[in-house]
Each structure stands twice: as structure tokens, then as C-alpha cells.
């Protein structure tokens, strides 16, 4: 079972917009991490928030977390060709701490020049 | 190794034959995971390895699916008498050591395909 939701599913912008993208999960979580997968690529990691932290940036990423409302947000600004990819947040939930992570179903994100 | 590496990358199998698929995780990384993506969805966990040992194999769909770390570094995901539902992505994904709030490094994983 899959523990985050990706919304939307799918994303379709031109070159230089934002995109924006949530993922919202269902139990408590150590971290939450955001991945890309490109078309016959691996995952490769963006950003990791841990549960304590509300809001962190790494280059034209942006991510927030809210624990009240078990949701987590993505940004990339100034989007480029380069950024089409699908986009996976995944929850670190283990209690013991050896990181275990549940993904979700992911977004699609297609960027136009 | 540069990075996590996975073979075959590909691997086209009849139904009923068994498979192996190997993963060289980064050299020195305790943890090691196993993932099944199916087409279409997000990676779904398998099993953890912490060195040699199988800490954790509570995703591993059926008795058919086997995972092994002798010595702490390769390891190997084997499948018995393959089914269709078996097809997918399995990916392997190594970290420097336990802990949450550590960065796992995925290979670019194994895509079965059974026919």
C-alpha cells in the first residue's frame, strides 16, 4: 500500500513557470523526502525535510511541510525542459529508525520550451 | 563504485523460470533496500538489509521472492517459478548507514519482464 498521494497526478507547463505539486500522507513520519525519476532513469534524490523543519530550499527547490495537515509541497521555480520528469514524495515512517520509505503514486510533469 | 549498480537492466523472462537480479550498492554502505515499481506507480519497499543481515523482508510479495547479502556488499534479489504479475521495475537502493534522515542512493534499477 502506498502511504503518500501525489496531487495532481499530472502536469503540463512551459518553460520559465512554476510548478507546484502536493503530496499528502496518512501517519506520523521521521522525514519526508522528494525524488525524480527521469524516462528509463533511477530515482535520484532532491530534498529531505525532516518532521521538525516547516520549510526548506535547494536551488530552484522549494519544499513546505505541514504536520498538522500531513501534507508537503513542492516548488520548482523557473522551470527548464530538463525538469520533465516524474516527481515522488516518500515518507520515512519507521519507528526504528533505519529508514524505510513509502512513496507515492507520483507526478507527471512535462515542461515545453 | 560512482554509484549504485544494478544488472541485468533488463531481463525478458518465461513464465515459471527463476531469475536472479544483482545490485553493487555504493562500496562502504550498511543499508541496503530492495523496491518493486510497477508501471505507472510509485516504488514499493521489499526488503533492508543492514550489512549482511535481513532486518526487514515484511514487502516480499510471496515465498517465491528470496533476497541475500552474504558478505554486507552485493546482493542478490532471486524470484522462483516467475509469474506475469511479477513484472516491474525492482530497484536497489544503498545508504551510508542506518538512521532516518539519511539519503538513499537508488541504481537505475532492473526492468522484468515475464512473458
Redesign the interface.
Same mark, same amino acid.
Given at each position: 500500500s502506498?502511504q503518500?498521494e501525489e496531487d495532481p497526478q499530472a502536469l503540463s507547463i512551459q518553460e520559465g513557470e512554476n510548478a507546484t505539486m502536493n503530496c499528502s500522507y496518512k501517519t506520523s513520519i521521521?522525514?519526508l523526502?522528494w525524488?525524480r525519476q527521469n524516462s528509463?532513469?533511477?530515482?535520484?534524490?532532491l530534498i529531505?525535510i525532516?518532521s521538525n523543519e516547516r520549510e526548506k530550499h535547494s536551488g530552484r527547490l522549494r519544499v513546505t511541510l505541514d504536520t498538522s495537515k500531513k501534507s508537503s509541497s513542492l516548488l520548482i521555480t523557473a522551470s527548464r525542459a530538463a525538469d520533465t520528469a516524474s516527481y %515522488?514524495c =516518500?515518507t520515512?515512517v519507521?519507528t526504528d529508525?533505519?529508514?524505510?520509505?513509502? %512513496?507515492? =503514486?507520483?507526478t507527471q510533469v512535462v515542461v515545453t520550451p | 563504485g560512482a554509484g549504485?549498480s544494478q544488472s541485468p537492466r533488463y531481463k525478458v523472462a518465461k513464465r515459471g523460470q527463476d531469475v536472479a537480479l544483482r545490485c553493487d550498492p555504493i562500496s562502504g554502505h550498511v543499508?541496503l533496500?530492495w523496491?518493486q515499481q510497477a508501471l505507472?506507480?510509485?516504488?514499493?519497499?521489499l526488503t533492508?538489509f543492514?550489512n549482511e543481515a535481513q532486518?526487514?523482508k515484511s514487502g516480499l510479495p510471496s515465498d517465491r521472492f528470496f533476497a541475500e547479502r552474504p558478505e554486507g556488499s552485493v546482493s542478490t534479489l532471486k524470484i522462483q517459478r516467475t509469474q506475469q504479475e511479477d513484472s516491474a521495475v525492482y530497484?536497489c537502493?544503498s545508504?551510508r548507514q542506518?538512521?532516518?534522515?539519511?539519503?538513499?542512493?537508488?541504481?537505475?534499477?532492473t526492468r522484468l519482464t515475464v512473458v
Open positions: 502506498q503518500g521521521n522525514n523526502q525524488y528509463g532513469r533511477g530515482l535520484v534524490h529531505l525532516r %515522488f =516518500a520515512d519507521t529508525s533505519w529508514g524505510k520509505l513509502q %512513496f507515492g =503514486a507520483g | 549504485v543499508s533496500f523496491y505507472g506507480q510509485g516504488p514499493e519497499f533492508y543492514q532486518l526487514d530497484l537502493a545508504s542506518q538512521g532516518m534522515n539519511t539519503e538513499a542512493f537508488f541504481g537505475q534499477g
